[in-house]
């Protein structure tokens, strides 16, 4: 069988390698792969200027190695949408941090994009009582 598509990027390797030297955000866009892929090593190859941005999936991340990177001033911060546990731990040392922004993964969640979902879902059971397809339907 033949892939199509491109392969999954990733990452430099290297704890001193390539864009995480010179980024000064770092943000993660992608599925969970079953371990962490920013760890210490690479934590500590960014610059100290450097957020590191995580809208994807908590377990991404090594918590306990941001945290110690954290603690230590190797990044300046962190912007977490996703957490490896969640909710969140009220003993969670992320919690102690004032360069750590966390939300709860809802930002599509505003009244109006509920009202939209509840519009189209309605619409799509209309569409199909009058025996069309509905619009996005995914097989």
């Known amino acids: 069988m033949r892939r199509l598509g491109r392969r999954r990027p990733s990452l430099p390797r290297g704890p001193r390698s390539g864009p995480l030297l010179i ?78 922004w966390i939300t709860s993964h809802l930002a599509g969640q505003t009244v109006e994009a509920r009202e939209r979902a509840g519009l189209a879902a309605a619409q799509a059971v209309i569409d199909v009582l009058e025996g069309k397809e509905p619009v996005g339907l995914i097989v």
């Open 23 to 100: 980024a000064d955000y770092l943000t993660l866009h992608a599925r969970a792969t079953g371990s962490a892929i920013i760890g210490a090593d690479r934590l500590s190859a960014m610059k100290d200027t450097a957020f590191l941005i995580n809208t994807a999936r908590g377990s991404l991340i090594d918590e306990v190695a941001l945290v110690g990177a954290l603690g230590q001033e190797q990044i300046a911060g962190a912007a977490l949408d996703v957490l490896g546990a969640e909710p969140m731990t009220a003993d969670n040392p992320l919690r102690n941090f004032d360069n750590v």
